[in-house]
């Protein structure tokens, strides 16, 4: 077997990210998430302080970069290309997990390319938001749908396409069966497709 | 551990059905899909031709209703709702797999009930509608997008929720990796999830 990749979409407060971590730990190939940052500002000249101020935002509508008479690309815009260069260089270098990012749907069509889902019920993730991650919110609920409202507008914005839509990933899993049984459940999933 | 129900989405030609079986049968539980239909048919006083019929068919436009003036609910409603009626006995008599039918809607928020969806890639579906169901098309992609289509419209008019959003799912498989695979993973995150 050659490389693969393994892109992980979740819902925010899933334990996705650890998930993916452990996915990548236990199958030995390299994990990307934060440090895919870190990549993009080299990438693209901007500093690591830029790009994440302005990561993950949505970009201005057309009509506001009308009316600024803007020239030139809104500064989300260009992150998410110099992104979509990393994740497609990454493809070509290495056996990675890629978590976030739209990285499904900048790879859509390529090949050795498993799309995986991590889910978890809104009780969970409150909870795992305010006693793991130590995030501070009057009304969790109200916070979660948020996070959840700015990452669909985000994908469905960039990837031209709805986020969620089960027929997109290769395996979905609801963590609520444990972080690390979920990450077995995949990691199962990819040896056998792979025939690893 | 009591009872518990795993209802089964699919999209058409992705096996979701005998993935279902193959998983009752090696948790040792029953399995309804097409049998269901009997019993709905009993139930409803329908016979069973007539039942085989309307089943699955939205129903009519309610202008339509108007228009002809019918005064009882047209037949495809009255079978779902004496569908949802057998799915729910099902429930509080028996550990069970029930394929289709919106059954995951019609148990949303009962205890011990896990969903499941089957996914599968456009070609995979072709080659078994053609080669293992020996159904007959000019035109196979379009076949199947009329056949989605079709389960999409039910689903959404009876469940009132979107087809397919993979946060209602316990979790989500590709059958390329092999239907007996398939099933194998879905039977360990049940017995993960529930302790068997």
């Not at 290769?170 to 040896?191: E, F, H, M, P, T």
């Amino acid at each position: 077997m050659g490389k693969y990749v393994i892109t992980v979409s979740r819902e925010y407060g899933s334990g996705g990210r650890l998930i993916g971590k452990r996915l990548a730990d236990e199958l030995g190939i390299g994990f990307y998430d934060g440090e895919l940052l870190s990549l993009v500002a080299k990438e693209s000249g901007y500093t690591e302080e830029f790009v994440r101020r302005n990561d993950q935002k949505k970009t201005q509508s057309l009509l506001y970069h009308l009316y600024i008479g803007s020239q030139i690309l809104p500064a989300s815009d260009m992150i998410f290309i110099a992104q979509s260069r990393v994740i497609k260089d990454l493809y070509n270098k290495e056996s990675c997990v890629i978590v976030g990012r739209c990285a499904d749907y900048v790879l859509r069509g390529f090949d050795n390319v498993s799309n995986v889902f991590v889910t978890a019920p809104i009780e969970s993730r409150i909870a795992r938001v305010r006693d793991e991650y130590g995030e501070q919110a009057d009304n969790y609920r109200a916070y979660l749908t948020k996070k959840d409202k700015n990452r669909i507008a985000y994908y469905n914005y960039f990837a031209d396409d709805a986020w969620g839509k089960v027929q997109n990933y290769d395996i979905s899993v609801n963590s609520d069966i444990g972080i690390d049984k979920a990450a077995d459940l995949i990691a199962q999933y990819i040896r056998e497709k792979y025939s690893l």
